[in-house]
């Protein structure tokens, strides 16, 4: 009880998510049963990525800290976090010399959450950042990402087609690419 109280403390979620409180009948549209099987969290185990693409207000990150969630429950490692903040912890680690160190803390959770990816266009070196994140962690743990860009869309953040392609090959190698679309719980839009 005090290991999965400080997993979860540690996982950083921005809320308290589940999915006992995702409600499914608002956007039927998404794959429940998909969702509920990713819930097991066997694809931890399997190391393959994960990759939630949809309109804004449709529920991705909210299903995403829901899975992360049941990872902790699980046992574990999690860490959730927006893409600009990793993006600017890793630059403010570059400036004071410990981003070996603090690239750590992204590539070592048996489950990294990247929440909003190219909602912000990558600048400086943030590319180069990111790529480095994906491939400490290629074959050897998870990752979730969330984007309200389709994953075709991703390519041009990287600013050269071939980091964007050693990047992105990485990332979705063993990877699922769900689309959560429909109705924005936030305003409820019809998408």
Do not use: W
């Not at 990713?38 to 393959?48: P, V, W």
């Not at 990759?51 to 490692?77: D, E, V, Y």
């Not at 860009?149 to 953040?157: H, K, M």
Request: net charge positive; glycine share 6%.
């Amino acid at each position: 009880s005090k290991q999965t109280a400080l997993r979860l403390r540690r996982a950083d979620f921005e809320h308290s998510r589940t999915l006992e409180d995702f409600d499914f009948h608002f956007n039927p549209a998404i794959p429940k049963a998909k969702i509920l099987d990713l819930a097991t969290c066997a694809f931890i185990d399997r190391r393959e990525n994960l990759f939630f693409a949809g309109r804004t207000g449709t529920g991705k990150s909210h299903l995403a800290q829901a899975i992360g969630h049941r990872a902790c429950m699980a046992g574990h490692k999690v860490l959730f976090v927006a893409a600009h903040r990793m993006l600017a912890d890793l630059r403010a680690a570059r400036a004071d010399r410990t981003l070996e160190r603090r690239m750590l803390r992204y590539t070592t959770p048996d489950l990294l959450i990247i929440d909003d990816l190219g909602l912000r266009p990558l600048k400086d070196q943030e590319p180069l950042d990111l790529y480095d994140v994906i491939r400490g962690r290629y074959e050897r743990a998870s990752t979730l990402v969330t984007s309200n860009r389709a994953v075709n869309e991703l390519y041009p953040l990287f600013g050269d087609p071939l980091l964007a392609s050693a990047a992105m090959d990485r990332l979705l190698h063993h990877s699922q690419v769900i689309e959560i679309d429909g109705k924005s719980f936030r305003t409820g839009a019809q998408g």
